[in-house]
């Protein structure tokens, strides 16, 4: 009798605080989100009052409050989004400022982060809506590279949770290895990320063959490289909506193909390095918990942009400018996707 009341309590309580409607998912590399702290154990001495960055505590709030802003306006209509995924955050610390002492704070963000052992002291980091989103569970995956055990990464973030009508989802949130010393030379070691990846998708098939999977993050890679194409296997969503449940799907692989069109620009090309992928269980319309078609865009505000004065067009308004503090919010910009949560 005890036990069946639990479970009546807390499937009222399902069925109250995840009212139907469309969820919102989005994804945000926010450029050296470090406090003014110093932590001897990061390699953060050039965000520090007096490292040659000059990161003040106003230039850090103004930071945050770009940040927020941009979350802030990324929702539906009234609404913040209800999962961020986020890379390049220093530590709980600016998690804490962006989430409870910014315009996000009355939304009632929690926060799940990595301690990754990567050099610059850089992290990623899962924000998510309690009154959407019930966290159950997360786990970290440290990346090891098998002939190169001196580099260092970021963890991979697992976190899984319930959203309205009680599914189960399993979001991965990335920054694979960058492209520091030339895209082919590094290609290896983001091969490499995409395989603990992949693996241990697998590994949750067995024993949740319907897992429902979310993938997002900057890749450092298109839609088209190795390790999102041929590692993950992830593909474009065909028009005839012809998927297999247990296959990954690329929400913005259409995009590669546009001009001028991109999360990122390096020198006059615009390069789609920020993703989020699906499992194609959540492209099935019948299904309850599933993408919304047409929803996955690169979000962008005119205010997030600004004259690429030396190669040309806009560029995303950044932090920094080589040397010069340009007050801005990201040298890249964020991406979105809806989902609807209850029946067709």
Not at 78 to 83: E, L, Q, R, S, Y
Request: with cysteine.
């Amino acid at each position: 009798m005890y036990c069946r009341i639990i479970c009546f309590l807390f499937l009222l309580l399902c069925s109250d605080v995840y009212a139907q409607g469309n969820f919102r998912m989005m994804f945000y590399n926010v450029e050296n989100l470090f406090d003014t702290e110093n932590d001897p154990h990061k390699n953060d001495n050039e965000f520090l009052p007096e490292g040659i960055k000059h990161w003040t505590g106003w230039r850090y709030r103004n930071k945050i409050n770009k940040i927020a802003g941009v979350i802030s306006v990324a929702g539906e209509g009234w609404k913040v989004p209800d999962v961020v995924g986020l890379c390049e955050v220093e530590n709980d610390s600016v998690i804490i400022n962006l989430t409870r002492y910014s315009s996000l704070g009355k939304w009632g963000y929690r926060y799940v982060m990595t301690d990754s052992p990567d050099m610059r002291g850089i992290d990623v980091a899962l924000l998510y809506r309690q009154s959407s989103f019930k966290y159950l569970s997360h786990e970290c995956y440290r990346i090891k590279f098998p002939n190169n055990k001196s580099k260092k990464t970021r963890d991979i973030l697992h976190v899984t949770g319930l959203v309205a009508g009680g599914d189960t989802i399993d979001i991965f949130v990335c920054h694979f290895p960058s492209r520091r010393g030339g895209e082919k030379i590094s290609e290896k070691f983001r091969v490499y990320t995409a395989s603990v990846v992949k693996a241990n998708i697998d590994r949750l098939r067995k024993t949740r063959p319907n897992v429902k999977v979310i993938i997002m993050g900057d890749f450092n890679d298109e839609p088209s490289d190795r390790s999102i194409r041929e590692t993950l296997g992830a593909v474009s969503v065909p028009a005839a909506g012809d998927t297999e449940p247990d296959s990954l799907y690329n929400l913005f692989a259409h995009y590669e193909k546009k001009k001028n069109e991109g999360t990122y620009k390096y020198q006059r090309r615009w390069y789609m390095l920020d993703q989020i992928l699906v499992s194609g269980n959540l492209l099935n319309q019948e299904r309850r918990f599933r993408v919304l078609p047409n929803t996955a865009q690169i979000f962008v505000r005119e205010y997030m942009l600004t004259e690429d004065k030396t190669k040309g067009g806009k560029r995303p308004k950044k932090s920094f400018y080589g040397a010069i503090h340009e007050g801005g919010y990201s040298d890249h910009l964020p991406v979105i996707v809806d989902f609807s949560t209850g029946k067709k």
